[in-house]
C-alpha cells in the first residue's frame, strides 16, 4: 500500500478582529475572567459583506497550493470538514469546488464538529493509501460568529468561538507521512455541547421561529464543564492510542498541535506528556476556537514560523461536540 503525505498547508482568517474589551460592552464579562478561563485574547469573525465558509476556504487552499507551486487542476477531490455550512444543504465541499472551478471533481462533506478535521484526514488518507485519488484537498473552514448569542445569556459559549479556515494538501508518498490515524465518538454526550436547529425530527409548525423559546435553537449551548472533564481524559487517550499503534512514546513526540478548544486543555495534556513550550503549538490566544478549523490553521503557522521540520514527528489530537475525539501522528 501507498503512503500519504501532507504536500502543503494554508489558511485564512477574516480581517475582522473581535477583542476580549469589545466582548465586555456588549455582555456582561471581562478580559480577565476569559483570559483566566480559556486563555483567548481575540478572535476573529466573518465580516457578511466578505467571507463565506467557501470563500475562505478558498483562500486558505490558495495559499496552501501556492506555497507547494500546485494549481487547482492538480486536485482530483475534495474533503470538507465543517458543521457550519454557508447552507444546510448542499454541502461546503460542492461550493469550494465551484469556487475555485473545479469541474465534477467529487467533494464529500465531514460534520464531526472539533474532530473534523482529522477524521476527514483520515478519509483522505485512505483513499491516496489505496490509491483511487492523487491529489486530496482537505480542509476545515467554521463561521460559528453567526450562531452565537451574543448576549449575557449566551456568554460561556460567545467568547470561546471564533471563525476562520485551514487547509492541507495530501499526495501519495514513497516515504511514510500520515503514520496513523485514531477516531472515536460517544453520542450520549450529544446535547452536552450542540446547537438544536434547524433540525428535522420535530413537526413543521413546532420549527417555525415564533414557536421556538428555548435557548437552543439556533445558537450553541455548551455544557462547559462536561466538556472540559471529558476532553482532558479523551485527547489524553487518544494520543496515546496513536503513539501504542506505532510502537513510538511521547519523547518521540517533536511537536504536538492539538485542536484549540481551551488553552488550559491544551497545557493540561502538555504537562501530562511532559512536553516543553516549543513541543506544542498554541495560537487560541489570536483565534479562539476555530472548531474543525483550528487544527490546519495552527499546522499551517506553525510550518510558516519554521516549527515543523522534515522527519519531525507532528501529533494532532481534538475533541469536541459529539462526543467525537481524535488523532493523527504524522512523519513530516
Ligand atoms: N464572563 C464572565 N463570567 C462568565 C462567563 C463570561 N464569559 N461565562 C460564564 N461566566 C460565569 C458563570 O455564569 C459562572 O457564574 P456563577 O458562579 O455566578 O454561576 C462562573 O462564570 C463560572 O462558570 P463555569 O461555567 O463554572 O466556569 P468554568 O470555570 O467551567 O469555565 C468554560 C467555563 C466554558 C471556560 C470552561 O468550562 C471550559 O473551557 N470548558 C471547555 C469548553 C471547551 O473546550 N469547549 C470547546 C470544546 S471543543
Redesign the pocket.
Known sequence: MRNSKIVAIGHHVPENIITNQY?STV????ND??VE??GINERRWMDPSKDTVANMAAKATRMALERAKLTEKDIDFIVFATITPDYFFPGSGVLLQRELGLESIGALDIRN??SGFIYALSVADQFIKTGMYKTILVVGAEIQSTALDITTRG???????GDGAGAVILQPSDKPGILSTHLHSDGRFAEE?YVKDPGSSRPHQERQPEQITDTSTFKVV?N??Q??KH?VVRFMEVINEALEANNLSKEDINLLVP?Q??L??SQYIQEKLALSNDQVYNNIMRYG?T?AASIPIALSEAWAEGKIKENDLICLA????GFTWASALIRW
Open positions: 466582548l455582555m456582561d464579562t471581562n475572567w476569559i478561563r480559556t464538529a472539533c456568554r460561556n459559549t460567545a467568547v470561546i468561538f455541547l455548551m462547559g464543564n466538556v472540559f476532553a485542536h478548544a481551551n488550559r486543555i476556537n472548531t481534538a475533541f469536541g461536540s
